[in-house]
């Protein structure tokens, strides 16, 4: 059942060496594909890298960035943060790295006058933008579903994210598109064991 996959799906962050086959990732990117999006846009692409230079590139490019502001982190709280930072490159020990691109939605801003208050316009471009964004995250909780379903390990990273500036430009991501998470995959080195959850009772709120 689909629950039961999502429920023992894990994030995975080592990965043996060997690069699965292209036919695999091609699958994952069938599903991912399959998603909903606003307007039915399907406003994603995906970058598929598999060189290992440029691999390194980024998670050098991340490294730096994480290194950067970890000099202007309380100094109570640095050694934390270089911990947590040092998830931001765990990408760079997968054979294969999934990057998804999103285009903000441009219906309706192209439909209202210059009349239109500033506040409304900030909401509508908000909402079109975080359209877009919804449309790739969806695409690629499809991507990791399919993953685990073929036996693969994966994960979902933003953290790289610091780095955004530098990501673009190593990945030469045209500037209509934005990055939007990164996703390593790769055979898994390791089994996670299942994290807490809080229970669907404790985040939910009935309005009726």
Same mark, same amino acid.
């Given at each position: 059942m689909i629950t039961d996959l999502m429920?023992?799906? @894990?994030?995975?962050r080592r990965f043996k060496p060997e690069r699965p086959p292209r036919e695999r990732i091609e699958a994952l990117l069938d599903a991912a594909v399959s998603a909903p999006s606003a307007s039915n846009k399907q406003p994603w692409r995906f970058l598929v890298v598999t060189? =290992?230079?440029?691999?390194?590139?980024?998670?050098?490019a991340v490294r730096e960035s994480t290194d950067r502001?970890?000099?202007?982190?309380?100094?109570t709280m640095?050694?934390?943060? @270089?911990a947590y930072g040092d998830y931001f490159t765990r990408f760079e020990g997968?054979?294969?790295v999934i990057v998804g691109l999103f285009k903000r939605l441009t219906v309706l801003s192209n439909l209202v006058d210059? =009349?239109?208050?500033?506040?409304?316009?900030?909401?509508?471009?908000?909402?079109?933008r975080d359209s877009g964004l919804m449309g790739?995250?969806?695409?690629?909780?499809?991507?990791l579903l399919a993953a685990h379903e073929a036996g693969l390990g994966a994960s979902g990273m933003t953290g790289p994210l610091?780095?955004?500036?530098?990501? @673009?430009?190593?990945?030469?991501?045209?500037p209509s598109w934005e990055v939007a998470a990164f996703v390593p995959v790769g055979w898994p080195a390791e089994e996670p064991p299942a994290t807490d959850r809080k229970p669907a009772e404790k985040v939910t709120t009935w309005i009726e």
């Open positions: 429920k023992s799906r @894990r994030s995975v060189r =290992r230079a440029t691999i390194e590139a980024l998670a050098a502001i970890a000099r202007h982190v309380e100094p640095e050694a934390s943060f @270089r997968a054979p294969v210059a =009349r239109l208050p500033a506040d409304d316009r900030a909401r509508i471009e908000l909402m079109e790739v995250a969806m695409a690629l909780e499809n991507l610091v780095a955004a500036d530098r990501i @673009r430009a190593i990945l030469e991501v045209p």
